[in-house]
């Protein structure tokens, strides 16, 4: 799907059905439309989950009012100050616990580390629950305790549960439902999203009891806020949130925390490290936002003060998008790119051709963050997309993630010549990806 080979708008056919590319930001006004009218709403590749029972949230959400509501409501919990403020303290927290298991010229796989991190960080965030998957990877097998281990299980869940995900898209009902050894593989899957679920439904019930009979200052953290709007009718007139929609909320935030934010995070340091002064631009900015005090803890005020590394990201993202493709059914007639469409045609959203497109971006296959500090992304409407309703937490757990490790460290790439090693599925994931720490001398205030 290369620009430079098909254009701007191109047709594919996809299992006998007709499929539009869109590689030109220009075009992508309408699908974006936040209208309650919305005619390109429709996700055609999901009709296979009704079986999986995940309609509620918002990923999978096909009901145009529910998932705009839902929306609203996760833009807000994950934006609210005691939320920010929670979890840039989890983060803080379960680093320095990682850390303290860590030699001098410790190497760490960041493509395993990091999602070990980011269960543990998503679990706090989101529901105050702890989790000891990070405890796990550091523990040798012998010495792993009961808790180490259920979080290990949980994680494996969420990762069968992506994978389902293609499975339930992509094979037929009646062989679903009918052909051997497809029908048990369905089974299985259905089971386990059925575990996930009873789990999250668990938490949710348990918190809800707390919330009635404590007084108790709330713990801020997503499942508060997602309660607190199932409790009562919002200002425009919106239904309460039910159990189903919180808990497929909740997952929404957990997997997208686990899996996009780990991935990104590992895209952004490789890149961060192939570009010498980009990185020395980062450092600088570290030492005059935090000092040379490695053990002063970090602040909201101060993560929003770090306007390179937030260019950093985005340049990132840009080039190397994290999900290159997105996909949309029109469900009325109508015109775009020059052609008129009839109702049920499928658009694939190229967003990285369009984070890309030589008409919009100067020299685009240049690596280049200061395209972000200089206003060159607001020429034009769509020009870069990246992450969904919880772009700013994943923004925050990168952010918090590439200060502590490069405030604290010196970190080198262990094999300095590799190439970004990733495999593709849905998203961009980062395979491998090695790097070396030094601890740098701490400074005390006094000094």
Partial sequence: MHLEKYGDIFEIYLANKRQIVINRPGFLDNLYSPSTKARYFSR????????????????????????????????????????LKKALTDSQ???????????????????????????????????SEDSYYLAWYQTPEEERDENMKFSRKLYCAIETWLSSIAFFVTVPKFLRHYAPGVRSLQLK?????????????????????LRKSSSNEKDGDFLDIMLAAYECTDEMGDEPLDDDEICDAIMDITIGGIDTTSDGFCFVLWYLHNYPDVKQRFLDEINSILGADTNRAMTIEDIDKFVYLDAIIKEVFRVFTL???TL??????????????????????????????????????????????NG?????????????????????????????FHRKYEVGLVDKDAPIRYWYAITNHCSKLEIELHRKKPISKEE
């Fill in 44 to 83: 055609p590749t999901i009709n296979g989950l009704e079986d999986l029972g995940v309609r509620k949230g918002i990923t999978f959400n096909q009901n145009y009012e529910a998932w705009r509501r839902n929306r609203k409501i996760l833009a807000h919990a994950v934006s609210a100050p005691s939320f």
């Fill in 189 to 209: 899957f259905v089971n386990n999203t059925q575990w996930i679920r009873d789990f999250f439904r668990g938490i949710i019930k348990k918190r809800r009891e």
């Fill in 376 to 404: 060159e992304h607001l020429k034009a409407k769509n020009m870069w997309t990246t992450f969904g309703g919880g772009r700013y937490l994943a923004t925050l757990e990168i952010k918090a993630l590439l200060i502590n």
């Fill in 328 to 373: 949309r059914r029109i469900t009325t007639e109508d015109t775009l790119g020059g052609f008129n469409w009839p109702a049920g045609t499928d658009f694939w959203i190229n967003h990285q051709a369009a984070n890309n497109h030589p008409d919009y971006w100067v020299d685009p296959k240049v690596f280049n963050p200061d395209r972000f500090l």
């Fill in 93 to 127: 927290e379960i680093f320095k616990r990682a850390e303290s298991k860590w030699k001098d010229g410790q190497i760490l796989d960041l493509a395993v580390w990091v999602k070990c991190f980011t269960t543990d960080f998503i679990m706090q965030t989101s529901t």
């Fill in 323 to 325: 999900a290159p493709l």
